[in-house]
């Protein structure tokens, strides 16, 4: 059974930094990528990195790129996104996902592209 367990999550002023983490257990990813997602109220789910885990590439949309860092440790089966500078509209809900095989870089992007999900863990951020 694969489990993905995400920690990290809390209140943060804006301007500083979170460091989540989600550990997988029951499969490897390391013939895909793992990903993390996040949903505000009211609001669809959104993309937020991706990591492929064979070379480490990692994408980004604009709206976090240059704040957040995806990163993986192989050892340790696990994912982490550091978040620096975080602003109030980056208060959400956010969910760690993962897939065993790589498709295309396109399938990374939307959460159709995986497979497996974890509970979610709260970030918020006061201004």
């Known amino acids: 059974q694969v489990q993905l367990v995400e920690s990290g999550g809390g209140l943060v002023q804006a301007g500083g930094s979170l460091r989540l983490a989600c550990a997988a257990s029951?499969?490897?990813?390391?013939?895909?990528?793992m990903g993390w997602f996040r949903q505000a109220p009211g609001k669809e789910r959104e993309f937020v990195a991706a990591?492929?885990?064979?070379?480490?590439?990692?994408y980004y949309p604009d709206s976090v790129k240059g704040r957040f860092t995806i990163s993986r440790v192989n050892a340790k089966n696990t994912v982490y996104l550091q978040m620096n500078s975080l602003k109030a509209e980056d208060t959400a809900v956010y969910y760690c996902a993962g897939r065993e095989r790589w498709s295309t870089v396109s399938t990374v992007f939307s959460s159709n592209g995986y497979a497996y999900w974890g509970q979610g863990t709260q970030v918020t951020v006061s201004s």
């Open positions: 990591i492929r885990w064979i070379d480490g590439t990692t």
């Open positions: 029951g499969r490897t990813f390391s013939n895909g990528y």
